[in-house]
Structures are given as structure tokens and as C-alpha cells.
């Protein structure tokens, strides 16, 4: 053959779109950039701090301060009427206790109003303990596929259960996967285990990653997916794991611990 050899050219990225704010903190899930947005999965039982944690996300301005960052936050939750820490989230957003598809479509239609994706509010939208008693079709586990095309750069789904309740297309999109404790259901770690172990060595791997980084109650696993290798940490604090190996910090403390 005669010629140049084929060769393949990486594409180029498009020029970064300005952001009016600040940038995240690196542990979180990242939601800005050209066409960027977070799907966070929520995987917390009962009395695991599960409320706590959407607060401060929301609220907190070492996070993701959300009356600023936000053109409108959604909030869809079962239990926000009957639960007295998320009280300061009920007046701050735009909240339903009760989900219907509805909602979500409502939402969708006044999103592609605009007359083009650079012009769409930036929005967020959190789904509280609704998984569990919605259908498999509906508008919910839809957006999941799509929530970056309606500028939803923030999509939390919260759930205390992970089988039966979570849809394939939320699992198979998930950006970011976030494991409270304690787990009192030992079967229910095994399947989330088995569902994303392979990122991180195996289910034993998994299983010892999560213990290490949620040793006291009310800590919770962050898992980075969007990493390359994926990023385990501990609460949104310290890196514990890339990948299946543990990083370099929590080597030394074990060996610190074991020798003192």
C-alpha cells in the first residue's frame, strides 16, 4: 500500500464555556464544563444521615451553595414534610412531597422552552426516597439517560434500598455513588458489591474499601466514577482507594496504627 499510514486524531474538545462561579472542590461530583452535570446515587439506609448530607450539599457554601449556583433546585421527597432536618431545604427550594411523573415532564417542557442549551436555566433536581415506590418506566428513571440535555447539572436520587428500587439506566449512569453506614443489611452491600466491585478490584476489595472508609456512624463511601481509575473516598474528605488500590496516606496510617 502506498501512502501515509491511517492514524487516529483525538477530537478536539470544545472551548470551556465560562462559568459565573467558582469552581467545586475536587472530591465532589463535578457539574460544571461544556455539557457537564453529576448523577448522584444515593444509596442510605434509615437514620444514616442521609438529610444531613443533601443539606450541606445544597446549602453549604464549602459545597455546592446552591441559592447561588443554581438558577432552581427541585426537590421531590416522600418524607420532606415529616422531616425535621430537612427544614431549611424546604424553604430555601422548590419542593413536592409526593412524586409524580408530572413533575418531572413539567420540568423537562420549561427546560426545552429555551430556544438553545446556552440559554437554559442551570438547574438541580433531587429525588428523596421516591425509587422505591415509582414504576421502572417512569420519567424519573427516563431522565437519567438524558438529565445533561435539560442543563440539570445536578441529578441526586436517594434511595434506602438498592435492589428492586434502583432502575438499570440510574445504575448503568450513575456518576457518582454515595454508600451511608452503618449498613445493617449485609446481603443489600453484597449486591451494591457485586454491581460496582469490578471498578475496584473485586467484591472483597470493595467490601474492605468501604469499611475503611466509613469507620464511624453516620460516614459515608464516595465513589468517583467519572475518574479514570475510579476514586473511593472517605465522606467528601479524604481520597481512600483508586482504583483497587488503597492510597498511599491510608498505607502509611494502617502501618502507623498496627505498629502503635
Same mark, same amino acid.
Given at each position: 500500500?502506498?501512502?501515509?499510514?491511517?492514524? +487516529?486524531?483525538?477530537?478536539?474538545?470544545?472551548?470551556?464555556?465560562?462559568?459565573?462561579?467558582?469552581?467545586?472542590?475536587?472530591?465532589?461530583?463535578?457539574?460544571?464544563?461544556?455539557?457537564?452535570?453529576?448523577?448522584?446515587?444515593?444509596?442510605?439506609?434509615?437514620?444514616?444521615?442521609?438529610?444531613?448530607?443533601?443539606?450541606?450539599?445544597?446549602?453549604?457554601?464549602?459545597?455546592?451553595?446552591?441559592?447561588?449556583r443554581?438558577?432552581?433546585t427541585?426537590?421531590?421527597?416522600?418524607?420532606?414534610a415529616?422531616? =425535621?432536618?430537612? #427544614?431549611?431545604?424546604?424553604?430555601?427550594?422548590?419542593?413536592?412531597?409526593?412524586?409524580?411523573?408530572?413533575? +418531572?415532564?413539567?420540568?423537562?417542557?420549561?427546560?426545552?422552552?429555551?430556544?438553545?442549551?446556552?440559554?437554559?436555566?442551570?438547574?438541580? =433536581?433531587?429525588?428523596?426516597?421516591?425509587?422505591?415506590? +415509582?414504576?421502572?418506566?417512569?420519567?424519573?428513571?427516563?431522565?437519567?439517560? #438524558?438529565?445533561?440535555?435539560?442543563?440539570?447539572?445536578?441529578?441526586?436520587?436517594?434511595?434506602?434500598?438498592?435492589?428492586?428500587?434502583?432502575?438499570?439506566? =440510574?445504575?448503568?449512569?450513575?456518576?457518582?455513588?454515595?454508600?451511608?453506614?452503618?449498613?445493617?443489611?449485609?446481603?443489600?452491600?453484597?449486591?451494591?458489591?457485586?454491581?460496582?466491585?469490578?471498578?475496584?478490584?473485586?467484591?472483597?476489595?470493595f467490601?474492605? +474499601?468501604?469499611?475503611?472508609?466509613?469507620?464511624?456512624r453516620?460516614?459515608?463511601?464516595?465513589?468517583?466514577?467519572?475518574?479514570?481509575?475510579?476514586?473511593?473516598?472517605?465522606?467528601?474528605?479524604?481520597?481512600?482507594?483508586?482504583?483497587?488500590?488503597?492510597?498511599?496516606?491510608?498505607?502509611?496510617?494502617?502501618?502507623?496504627?498496627?505498629?502503635?
Open positions: 500500500m502506498e501512502g501515509n499510514v491511517p492514524k +487516529i486524531y483525538r477530537v478536539k474538545d470544545p472551548d470551556p464555556i465560562p462559568s459565573k462561579h467558582p469552581p467545586v472542590h475536587p472530591h465532589l461530583p463535578q457539574i460544571e464544563g461544556f455539557g457537564g452535570g453529576a448523577l448522584v446515587l444515593m444509596i442510605s439506609p434509615v437514620k444514616t444521615g442521609k438529610s444531613t448530607i443533601i443539606s450541606n450539599l445544597l446549602l453549604n457554601e464549602d459545597f455546592y451553595n446552591a441559592q447561588e443554581f438558577d432552581e427541585y426537590i421531590i421527597s416522600n418524607t420532606i415529616n422531616d =425535621i432536618t430537612s #427544614r431549611y431545604v424546604r424553604q430555601a427550594f422548590t419542593t413536592f412531597d409526593h412524586y409524580d411523573d408530572s413533575i +418531572i415532564d413539567g420540568i423537562v417542557a420549561k427546560q426545552k422552552s429555551f430556544e438553545t442549551k446556552e440559554e437554559m436555566e442551570d438547574i438541580a =433536581i433531587i429525588l428523596d426516597d421516591c425509587l422505591g415506590s +415509582i414504576p421502572q418506566n417512569s420519567s424519573a428513571n427516563a431522565l437519567a439517560s #438524558r438529565f445533561r440535555h435539560v442543563n440539570a447539572r445536578l441529578y441526586l436520587l436517594s434511595s434506602q434500598k438498592f435492589t428492586g428500587a434502583v432502575s438499570p439506566v =440510574i445504575r448503568a449512569n450513575a456518576t457518582n455513588i454515595i454508600i451511608g453506614s452503618p449498613f445493617p443489611n449485609q446481603a443489600e452491600l453484597k449486591r451494591i458489591a457485586d454491581e460496582y466491585g469490578d471498578l475496584f478490584g473485586g467484591e472483597k476489595r467490601l474492605e +474499601i468501604y469499611r475503611k472508609a466509613t469507620p464511624n453516620y460516614d459515608f463511601l464516595h465513589l468517583d466514577l467519572q475518574s479514570n481509575p475510579p476514586k473511593a473516598y472517605h465522606n467528601f474528605e479524604k481520597l481512600v482507594a483508586e482504583g483497587q488500590n488503597f492510597t498511599e496516606m491510608n498505607e502509611e496510617t494502617d502501618e502507623e496504627t498496627d505498629e502503635e
